[in-house]
């Protein structure tokens, strides 16, 4: 069993930035991909990034060159840095894990964090 602890999230202005943290609890984190997630208000949950057990890297087109995706292997924890935030990247965000590939679908992970809000205003 896993438990994951998301953080980081709040309100910040466009062009702002922010870091989420994702801490896990298990001995077996290291060994799983985890992915970090968000959904808006009408919207579906949508992949933003993972990292796999091994460092390759997955990022949806619409965060490239803003967001970065790292874990710390030792403290049982997973980044997502964000910067140039814009309005629309307004959500919740979930961090998750599994043992899945690096580009699987929000259905195919086993372990999901509670979700922390981020506001990003104009």
């Known amino acids: 069993q896993v438990q994951l602890v998301e953080s980081g999230g709040g309100l910040v202005q466009a062009g702002g930035s922010l870091r989420l943290s994702c801490a896990a609890s298990?001995?077996?984190?290291?060994?799983?991909?985890v992915g970090w997630f968000r959904q808006a208000p009408g919207k579906m949950r949508e992949l933003v990034a993972a990292i796999s057990s091994g460092g390759l890297i997955n990022y949806a087109d619409s965060v490239k060159g803003r967001f970065t995706i790292s874990r710390d292997n030792p403290k049982n924890t997973v980044y997502l840095q964000m910067n140039t935030l814009k309005p629309e990247d307004t959500a919740v965000y979930y961090c998750a894990c599994g043992f899945v590939p690096l580009r699987s679908s929000p259905q195919e992970y086993n372990y999901w964090g509670q979700g922390t809000q981020v506001t990003v205003s104009s």
């Open positions: 298990g001995r077996a984190f290291s060994t799983f991909t």
